[in-house]
């Protein structure tokens, strides 16, 4: 749900929206903090979220919305929130699993200790003695012995059992990080990802497509968000596929902008993959899934752009939308290579 408010705060109706929602809560004296406004837009944009629901719950009883309230709501139903409760609770259960290996190992060499001291009282004592002393010393050396193995045998089995633990620890952190780093709407990477991966890649040579659905505004307004939705999760499944091959990443990089990386490919080798995204797209008819009706056919604009030398992402991002706007401005429904001024000419050589 947080990704289609954020697509909608992209659209067209992202200022009314806004706006509603600070009505909404200036009418029930609820303070503008970053938390609630999130909160409220769920609350003004959608009729059946579960934050719609926890909200009217709170209105009709009476209740005052405080921040209280609202953190909670939040903690409970926002991504954002689920994320800091569950690494908060990931790492309470990293640390009570450390607490207790601690523990385990302070028993051990404690118990480590008082048997070394018996062993040193033990040949102190045994010079001169009888057979009977030396007799009750061997058990008594024994019995510590013992109690040295068995201690020695839980922490293993501690060891083990806090081994298990910290992997299956590990594996749900790792969840969790895929789902923070992913587009609740399409499954591609989100924002976030994308701008994390594209920092890496320009490390080395690389080349980024940046993709807009072509008059998606128009077609917005004119079948509603929820179809919008249906569109933006088809084009995202057919650029999601351009990302299979090798090291590529596709991401959602905005309303109905999508970004595709190439670590190591030239743009000849993305304009091609992006070409056959574009045909593929553009050759079906898509249907509204609630009536059936015939939305026509949808198309794409991309742009293109190698990383030249000493170019940073942000310089590369912008080489890129120069070369979308280029396929917008001569027709749409194509891609386009970013063009090299002598400057970047030479940088390139």
């Not at 080798?269 to 593929?280: D, F, G, K, M, S």
Request: glycine share 6%; charged share 30%; net charge negative.
């Amino acid at each position: 749900m947080s990704s289609d408010i954020d697509s909608l705060l992209r659209g067209a109706k992202a200022y009314e929206l806004a706006k509603k929602a600070i009505d909404a809560m200036e009418a029930h004296r609820v303070w503008p903090t970053a938390v609630n406004f999130e909160l409220w837009l769920h609350y003004v944009s959608s009729k059946d979220s579960e934050v719609t629901q926890k909200i009217a719950s709170v209105i009709e009883s009476g209740e005052q919305f405080t921040e209280q309230v609202g953190e909670e709501i939040a903690s409970k139903h926002l991504p954002s929130g689920k994320l800091s409760g569950e690494l908060i609770d990931a790492g309470k259960s990293l640390t009570e699993e450390l607490d207790s290996v601690s523990r385990a190992i302070e028993s051990a060499r404690e118990t480590s200790e008082a048997y070394g001291q018996q062993l040193a009282t033990a040949s102190e004592s045994l010079q001169g003695e009888d057979a009977e002393a030396v007799r009750v010393m061997v058990e008594t050396l024994s019995a510590a012995t013992k109690r040295v193995r068995d201690e020695n045998s839980a922490l293993e089995n501690q060891l083990a059992e806090t081994t298990d633990e910290l992997g299956k620890l590990r594996e749900h952190l790792e969840q969790v990080r895929r789902e923070a780093m992913t587009d609740g709407l399409t499954n591609l990477a989100n924002r976030k990802a994308f701008d994390e991966a594209l920092d890496s890649a320009c490390k080395g040579p690389v080349t980024l497509a940046i993709v807009d659905i072509d008059h998606f505004k128009s077609f917005n307004d004119t079948w509603g968000h929820q179809t919008g939705d249906q569109v933006i999760r088809y084009v995202a499944s057919v650029i999601g596929r351009v990302a299979e091959t090798g090291e590529r990443l596709a991401a959602r990089y905005g309303g109905e902008e999508f970004a595709v990386i190439f670590p190591g490919e030239t743009p000849g080798v993305a304009l091609q993959a992006l070409e056959q995204a574009r045909e593929e797209i553009s050759s079906r008819i898509l249907k509204r899934r609630s009536t059936n009706e015939d939305l026509g056919a949808i198309t794409i604009s991309g742009g293109i752009a190698q990383k030249l030398a000493d170019e940073t992402p942000a310089m590369l991002l912008e080489r890129a939308d120069e070369a979308l706007y280029a396929s917008k401005n001569a027709g749409r429904n194509r891609n386009t290579l970013a063009e090299l001024d002598e400057a970047s000419k030479a940088r390139a050589a």
